[in-house]
């Protein structure tokens, strides 16, 4: 009877700390990334009507570009833990500010003074624009492996939203632009994770992400139409509790 009331506040203390080391977390942090998007665009113009009345567009080539840019974020996640080495991390990514995608300024022409039946030259000046992101978010899954020391390797996947807002003028064209679409798709990534202490964590990864087409028309009824893809490479901090 003795032996046993020793072992019982063993086996529970021993219980206790099994529970402790798998039990679920919280973790909340932020991030600093730099990205490069790469992109095509075309656009259709308006260029009024025929004698029937019918409406006449043209719609130039796709033309590609890519730009560079930093954004921070804030994060919020819950792990579960599966085993020993294994956590399945649920959690969600937002950009909190307007993060700048581009700012860019190119030649164009008035197409719409241009056809195969006159010989007018047709106006030519400068194209501005810029481009922002705003209310990113990502709603991500990562299934982690413990390897270790305090050091976890991670992959994830994950569905993006957003908002591109798209400012500027056509000096050919006397047209200017102030419009925004959503952005969706999705984005993948791998990562490596260190724990500093019992909370505080470290992470480094990087991530490619695939964005549906976004379309915009400016004052003219020229209308833009866009696709991109993203590669960022990120570092993160981040308590858990």
């Not at 299934?143 to 993006?160: F, L, M």
């Not at 400012?167 to 984005?187: E, F, H, M, V, W």
């Not at 991530?207 to 833009?224: E, G, I, W, Y």
Request: aromatic share 10%.
């Amino acid at each position: 009877m003795i032996k046993i009331k020793k072992i019982i506040p063993t086996a529970l203390l021993l219980t206790s700390i099994s529970s402790a080391a798998l039990a679920d977390n919280w973790n909340v942090g932020a991030s600093a990334s730099y990205a490069n998007i790469d992109g095509t665009a075309k656009d259709t113009q308006f260029t009024g009507n025929t004698s029937s009345g019918t409406s006449v567009a043209q719609t130039r080539g796709a033309t590609g570009g890519d730009a560079n840019f930093p954004f921070a974020s804030i994060f919020v996640e819950y792990a579960k833990t599966m085993d020993k080495n294994f956590d399945l991390v649920l959690g969600l990514d937002y950009i909190p500010f307007k993060a700048e995608i581009d700012s860019v300024s190119r030649s164009d022409s008035d197409i719409s003074t241009a056809s195969s039946t006159t010989t007018e030259i047709p106006r030519t000046g400068t194209r501005t624009a810029k481009l922002q992101l705003e209310n990113y978010a990502t709603l991500y899954l990562q299934p982690t492996y413990k390897i270790g020391g305090g050091t976890a390797v991670y992959g994830k996947v994950g569905y993006i939203h957003g908002d591109v807002k798209i400012t500027g003028s056509n000096t050919a064209t006397g047209s200017t632009i102030n419009a925004k679409d959503t952005l969706n798709g999705y984005t993948v990534g791998l990562g490596i994770q260190h724990n500093i202490d019992k909370n505080l964590f470290v992470r480094l990864e990087g991530n490619f992400t695939a964005h549906d087409d976004v379309t915009a028309t400016d004052s003219l009824a020229t209308r833009f139409t866009a696709d991109s893809e993203m590669y960022a490479g990120k570092i993160s901090i981040g308590y858990s509790f």
